[in-house]
């Protein structure tokens, strides 16, 4: 079972930056895709972006060019490095591991991101 761990939200005007990291208390192997994705007040958790154990990146159209999603599987860490952050950024961003092999799932309690106009 994999436990992940967020940290790093907090409140940032617009135009600014913001990191958000993801620790996770087993292994992330390659066996692992790990995403970022999050639910703003009154619509459904979407994605934001994913990164398989290769280092294939995924970005939703609405922040690419804007944000970077890293992994680094020594540390059994997954980074979203926002820039140019935008009001309809804000919302609850969730830490997804998703296995490959068998389809499971984990996801971590969030972190809230928040950016003023």
């Known amino acids: 079972q994999v436990q992940l761990v967020e940290s790093g939200g907090g409140l940032v005007q617009a135009g600014g930056s913001l990191r958000v990291s993801c620790a996770a208390s087993?292994?992330?192997?390659?066996?692992?895709?790990m995403g970022w994705y999050r639910q703003s007040p009154g619509k459904q958790r979407e994605l934001v972006a994913t990164?398989?154990?290769?280092?294939?990146?995924n970005y939703a159209d609405s922040v690419k060019g804007r944000f970077t999603i890293s992994r680094d599987n020594a540390k059994n860490t997954v980074d979203l490095q926002m820039n140019s952050l935008k009001p309809e950024d804000t919302g609850v961003y969730y830490c997804?591991?998703?296995?490959?092999?068998?389809?499971?799932?984990?996801w971590g309690k969030g972190t809230l991101v928040t950016v003023s106009s």
């Open positions: 990164i398989t154990g290769q280092g294939i990146t």
């Open positions: 997804n591991a998703h296995h490959v092999w068998n389809g499971l799932d984990y």
């Open positions: 087993g292994s992330i192997s390659s066996i692992w895709a």
